[in-house]
């Protein structure tokens, strides 16, 4: 009986043992559980820009289209067959350069004829004045009577006359002759040709080719006429400068000046023609071609810029991540003015050198430990 009861009181002493055993293993464990998470906090390590103050370049951008100064229908003068095309179609020209030659042969034979004519009646005049001078010598001492005298002096009118006439007949038929051939009144670019060689051509025949003036070019555009204020006031300033692009060279971009503003606005469109004159020294931009005009109105000081690969959209608008107290991501939207490039600026919601996360966007959230990674960089194109 007493080897029973010692043999229970072991069992219980080592039942609670075990439990007691079990016990202090389980808080153990829990407790470095529950320590884990507060001894590894994980912060992510994220790029910045820092927030500078820059001169803003404002300016209005507009489609536009390339127009040339001067294009002109090559038009025969005269009638004749083509005898030759010494430039190509396309071809780029020189002013002077021989683009045509109708067959010159009739206008040749027309101007020796003119010419002929001229000697004959010049030698005929030097007659008519020799017989005058004898007449005016006759009629003092008598020999000849009064109408006899004014014969002669009609008959070297009537030579005088036909000389002048004679002369104005050879300068035609020598103009005649200069028009077989067609020269370039300035350089450019010929079109396609629409005259064979051996066609017969005239006035009436229509033109033969076309020729512009690549350099330099107009860019036609319309401004509306709310920002007419800007564009006066920056004209008024001085030079209005321009940037003209097309839209696949984008960074590719061609200086100019504002040339030309209309003098009324169009009812319909609210909107007025401007022209930009641009060099176009290798001929790439070409009349009726599509590209993008700007117009640098103004220089703004001291503006606040801001990496546009940062910007995050929500139903509020535009937002960024700072690196706020704590180093905890902030969320700040913002009020934002015009683009430059790489930058936006900022009207309101940031302020110079704020820290501006510009990577692992995807990764965070307002409030989440964020680690700034060294080499910070500036807003800067």
Not at 3 to 22: D, H, I, P, Q, Y
Not at 250 to 271: A, E, Y
Not at 276 to 304: C, K, M, S, W
């Amino acid at each position: 009986m007493r080897l029973l009861k010692w043999t229970l009181v072991s069992l219980a002493v080592l039942a609670l043992a075990t439990f007691a055993g079990v016990r202090i293993a389980g808080d153990r464990l829990g407790g470095a559980k529950a320590a884990a998470p507060a001894a590894g906090v994980f912060s992510m390590p994220v790029p910045v820009v820092a927030v500078t103050k820059q001169t803003l370049p404002i300016y209005l951008s507009y489609p536009g289209r390339i127009e040339a100064i001067r294009g002109v229908s090559l038009q025969p003068r005269i009638s004749g067959y083509i005898d030759s095309q010494p430039a190509v179609d396309g071809a780029d020209v020189k002013s002077g350069d021989l683009l045509y030659r109708i067959d010159p042969r009739d206008m040749q034979a027309a101007l020796d004829q003119a010419r002929a004519q001229t000697q004959r009646d010049n030698a005929s005049l030097e007659y008519a004045q020799a017989n005058f001078s004898r007449g005016q010598e006759l009629l003092k001492s008598g020999n000849v009577t009064k109408d006899s005298f004014d014969q002669r002096s009609s008959t070297m009118r009537v030579a005088e006359a036909a000389l002048a006439l004679d002369q104005a007949a050879l300068e035609a038929a020598t103009l005649n002759l200069s028009y077989a051939e067609i020269r370039a009144p300035f350089s450019g670019r010929l079109g396609r040709n629409l005259a064979a060689k051996g066609a017969l051509v005239g006035p009436a025949t229509g033109a033969l080719n076309t020729l512009v003036q690549l350099d330099p070019v107009y860019v036609t555009f319309n401004p509306s006429e709310s920002e007419l204020t800007e564009i006066e006031r920056a004209r008024a300033s001085g030079t209005v400068e321009a940037e003209v692009s097309t839209p696949g060279e984008s960074s590719i971009t061609r200086k100019g000046k504002l040339s030309f503003l209309d003098n009324v606005i169009d009812r319909s469109t609210g909107t007025i023609i401007a022209r930009v004159t641009i060099e176009n020294h290798d001929f790439a931009l070409l009349p009726g071609q599509y590209v993008r005009v700007r117009l640098l109105i103004r220089n703004e000081p001291d503006a606040l810029m801001a990496p546009v690969a940062a910007l995050g959209s929500n139903q509020m608008g535009k937002y960024v991540y700072v690196v706020g107290q704590g180093d905890k991501a902030e969320m700040r939207p913002l009020e934002l003015g015009p683009n430059d490039g790489p930058l936006v600026s900022v009207k309101k919601g940031l302020s110079e050198g704020d820290r501006v996360i510009v990577g692992n966007l995807q990764k965070i959230g307002p409030g989440s430990p964020v680690q700034a990674l060294p080499g910070e960089k500036k807003a800067g194109p």
